[in-house]
């Protein structure tokens, strides 16, 4: 149990253009989803939190506007970069947090996207 | 604010040597968690244990074991006769009662293991 998918897992696109990540919980709801930013060799960043049926709340220093997150349902979040730049590059991650929505659920992460912006 | 520190960057065992990967944290809440995960080289994040603030018990799965000290703060992970598919970044990680949604994941170490 606890399967986190993330589509698609390797993106490359033209500067400029927008890109949709999608990140699913494929065994269990989950009202809670995150969306990590992780540089090579660095640890994982936080971007965004998202919970289902309200707006994302975002770290500070992220762009809103930039990282737009969706959270349609229980099973599925989306993060669509928008206006993508060469500086946008990174290995996108995002987690799903199981049990009841508590705080100190334990997250279950998705295999990662790897966005190349040429 | 939680903080968590790595400051092993990188190590590089023989197999079937035994390793220990230290994670030392700061927090000011009594109730948290930590966490253990391996990435290997796939990208993927492997869960790996979760404990809370109130159990120093040490647990022992296989060749891993998890060593919570709270008068240390610290949460170390040993693997023990290491073998070649335990190479990856391994990342200790807090998350805060209070501090909904917050997970802080320390720098992460490179466990290199040659055959």
């Known amino acids: 149990g606890a399967v986190v998918s993330q589509h698609p897992s390797r993106v490359i696109c033209k500067s400029g253009t927008s890109v949709k990540i999608e990140c699913r919980s494929l065994?269990?709801?989950?009202?809670?989803m995150f969306w990590y930013r992780q540089f090579p060799k660095k640890s994982l960043m936080l971007m965004a939190t998202?919970?289902?049926?309200?707006?994302?709340?975002?770290e500070q220093g992220v762009e809103k506007d930039k990282f737009l997150i969706n959270h349609a349902s229980l099973t599925l979040s989306t993060l669509t970069v928008t206006s993508a730049h060469p500086e946008d590059s990174s290995f996108y991650i995002c987690?799903?947090?199981?049990?009841?929505?508590?705080?100190?659920?334990?997250?279950?992460f998705g295999p990662g996207t790897r966005l190349t912006v040429l | 604010a939680q903080k968590v520190t790595q400051a092993q960057t990188e190590i590089s065992v023989v197999e079937k040597e035994d390793v220990t990967l230290d994670c030392v944290y700061e927090?000011?809440?009594?109730?948290?968690?930590l966490f253990w995960y391996k990435q290997p080289p796939s990208g993927e994040l492997v869960f790996l244990i979760r404990?809370?603030?109130?159990?120093?018990q040490n647990e022992i799965s296989g060749r891993y074991s998890w060593n919570f000290q709270k008068s240390t703060s610290s949460f170390n992970f040993t693997i023990t006769a290491s073998q070649v598919v335990d190479s990856a970044v391994y990342f200790c990680?807090?998350?805060?009662?209070?501090?909904?949604?917050?997970?802080?994941f320390g720098a992460g170490t490179r466990l290199t293991v040659k055959p």
């Open positions: 990680a807090l998350s805060e009662a209070y501090n909904n949604n917050d997970m802080r």
């Open positions: 404990r809370n603030s109130f159990d120093e």
């Open positions: 065994d269990f709801q989950a009202t809670t």
């Open positions: 998202s919970n289902e049926g309200s707006k994302a709340t975002y």
């Open positions: 927090t000011r809440d009594t109730t948290y968690y």
């Open positions: 987690s799903a947090r199981m049990g009841r929505g508590r705080s100190t659920d334990t997250q279950y």
